[in-house]
């Protein structure tokens, strides 16, 4: 496939610099990085103790979960149609 | 409200240990743990020199960006269907 579509754009998030390379367009990888930075700044609030990494991953446990609970919702959603289309 | 059904529960993500406090079950917990040790791991195969912090920030994006995608299309898929009630 080709790689034509690729971008490589620098974002900003807890005080450091990341180089992010995607096909979505750079506003896009933007509010990406700007939600990860604000979970971030949430999740330090609450432990201020904590160092970069154990928010990093705690801000990744978190958003997993969140990931987790909408393809289940949308997976049901699917099914729910499926059954009504059968 | 009531937190009587909160749980503490001790995991293992990428070598390190995080107590997790909240009202999922403890599979569940286990589960979203190791899914964002599994994404640590391939995001450090693909760059192997990125220390702990950047390689879980990295992933909290990635993680980010996949949510974005399903919520995104759960949302259209609900539009839909209010839009066939209407």
């Known amino acids: ?10 974002v ?3 005080g450091q ?6 096909s979505e367009s750079s506003s896009h990888i933007r509010i990406v990085a700007s939600m990860v930075d604000d979970k971030m700044r949430e999740i330090n609030a609450m432990n201020p103790r904590l ?3 154990k928010v990093a991953v705690l801000t990744a446990v978190n958003v997993m979960h969140e990931y987790l609970k909408v393809k289940d919702e949308l997976e049901q959603l699917k099914m729910v149609i499926q059954r009504e289309k059968d």
């Open 1 to 10: 496939m080709s790689d034509h579509t690729k971008r490589k754009i620098t």
């Open 12 to 14: 900003d998030i807890y």
């Open 17 to 22: 610099q990341y180089t992010i390379v995607g």
């Open 51 to 53: 160092d970069i990494s």
